[in-house]
């Protein structure tokens, strides 16, 4: 596991400091405000956005559109970061190592070149191609401008919320499943989501669920691909990092009842089961979720 750690900042783009906010917006916690993330483009509900902030609403309100060909961020970071603490060389680390993986397993599997991104960090709030975001928006892919967006410090307490530590596993899962959505971006898997959900809101979060889970799954073939794990105690780990952010788990912790007609990212069962099979088979082409999930 400590391999995947690097000091090669090269693709990340830290903000941190900037003095940005966010343009005030709420929190998501209980008793915070409504969900502090406005959309560009509305027209149907959209789970790719956000790996864990929209596990604290019913819905996800709008969509941001753009694919993958929206911006060109040619793997060149504004502000390349000094990789120095703990959690900065496992972020550095796996926004790394997670393109070099898909950089050769997307022209094998799909047959289609992969597109080099960062991950920015930020402290409070920063501005994006899908509008204005604050930290309490937890770690999100933006497909309107290509990049991962991740508060560092918020992440971890996140994670000691949701998971119930903050942990090597955790982060590593968290990034690798926010990749898993640029790869959907470029294969235009977002795109066609888009429009099956502004023509048919009806199935919106049915279509929301088997994008979540189709990046849970495309971490967990990273995982199992890069030899990421170094035992049976870790891979635990990392299934009950999964597990931490099903919908079911954190409805119940927030609500105190379970509501699977407002799922957005599928319950901790579905998302242990996708990761898993992405892990023992290292076959993205096996991430089928649409095929399950929506019928």
């Given at each position: 596991?400590?391999?995947?750690?690097?000091?090669?900042?090269?693709?990340?783009?830290?903000?941190?400091?900037?003095?940005?906010?966010?343009?005030?917006?709420?929190?998501?916690?209980?008793?915070?405000?409504?969900?502090?993330?406005?959309?560009?483009?509305?027209?149907?509900?959209?789970?790719?956005?956000?790996?864990?902030?929209?596990l604290?609403?019913?819905?996800?309100?709008?969509?941001?559109?753009?694919?993958?060909?929206?911006?060109?961020?040619?793997?060149s970071?504004?502000?390349?970061?000094?990789?120095?603490?703990?959690l900065?060389?496992?972020?550095?680390?796996?926004?790394?190592?997670?393109?070099?993986?898909?950089?050769?397993?997307?022209?094998?599997?799909?047959?289609?070149?992969?597109?080099?991104?960062?991950?920015?960090?930020?402290?409070?709030?920063?501005?994006?191609?899908?509008?204005?975001?604050?930290?309490?928006?937890?770690?999100?892919?933006?497909?309107?401008?290509?990049?991962?967006?991740?508060?560092?410090?918020?992440?971890?307490?996140?994670?000691?919320?949701?998971?119930?530590?903050?942990?090597?596993?955790?982060?590593?899962?968290?990034?690798?499943?926010?990749?898993?959505?640029?790869?959907?971006?470029?294969?235009g898997?977002?795109?066609?989501?888009?429009?099956?959900?502004?023509?048919?809101?009806?199935?919106?979060?049915?279509y929301?669920?088997?994008?979540?889970?189709?990046?849970?799954?495309?971490?967990?073939?990273?995982?199992?691909a890069?030899?990421?794990?170094?035992?049976?105690?870790?891979?635990?780990?990392?299934?009950?990092?999964?597990?931490?952010?099903?919908?079911?788990?954190?409805?119940?912790?927030t609500?105190?009842?379970?509501?699977?007609?407002?799922?957005?990212?599928?319950?901790?069962?579905?998302?242990?089961?996708?990761?898993?099979?992405?892990?023992?088979?290292?076959?993205?082409?096996?991430?089928?979720?649409?095929?399950e999930?929506?019928?």
């Open positions: 596991m400590t391999k995947i750690r690097s000091t090669d900042g090269s693709h990340i783009d830290d903000r941190r400091g900037q003095g940005n906010t966010g343009g005030g917006l709420g929190s998501l916690f209980p008793g915070g405000g409504s969900f502090p993330f406005p959309m560009k483009a509305g027209g149907g509900l959209l789970g790719i956005v956000v790996m864990l902030a929209a604290f609403l019913p819905k996800l309100l709008g969509a941001a559109t753009g694919t993958s060909t929206a911006a060109d961020t040619s793997g970071a504004n502000n390349p970061a000094s990789c120095v603490t703990d900065e060389q496992i972020v550095c680390g796996v926004t790394n190592d997670v393109q070099l993986y898909w950089a050769d397993a997307l022209p094998q599997f799909f047959n289609t070149p992969y597109q080099e991104t960062n991950t920015v960090w930020f402290t409070g709030g920063t501005t994006t191609g899908c509008g204005q975001a604050s930290s309490e928006t937890g770690p999100f892919y933006c497909p309107a401008d290509n990049l991962v967006y991740i508060d560092l410090e918020f992440m971890q307490q996140l994670e000691e919320q949701l998971i119930g530590s903050a942990t090597d596993l955790a982060e590593q899962y968290i990034l690798a499943h926010e990749y898993g959505h640029h790869v959907q971006n470029i294969l898997t977002n795109a066609q989501v888009q429009e099956i959900q502004q023509n048919d809101p009806d199935k919106a979060n049915q929301s669920v088997a994008m979540e889970l189709q990046a849970d799954c495309f971490a967990g073939a990273w995982v199992g890069r030899d990421v794990l170094e035992n049976e105690a870790e891979l635990q780990e990392a299934i009950a990092a999964a597990e931490g952010v099903g919908d079911d788990r954190i409805q119940q912790k609500q105190g009842r379970v509501d699977p007609e407002s799922w957005t990212h599928g319950s901790a069962e579905q998302r242990r089961t996708w990761f898993l099979k992405g892990y023992n088979t290292q076959d993205p082409t096996q991430c089928n979720t649409f095929d999930i929506t019928g």
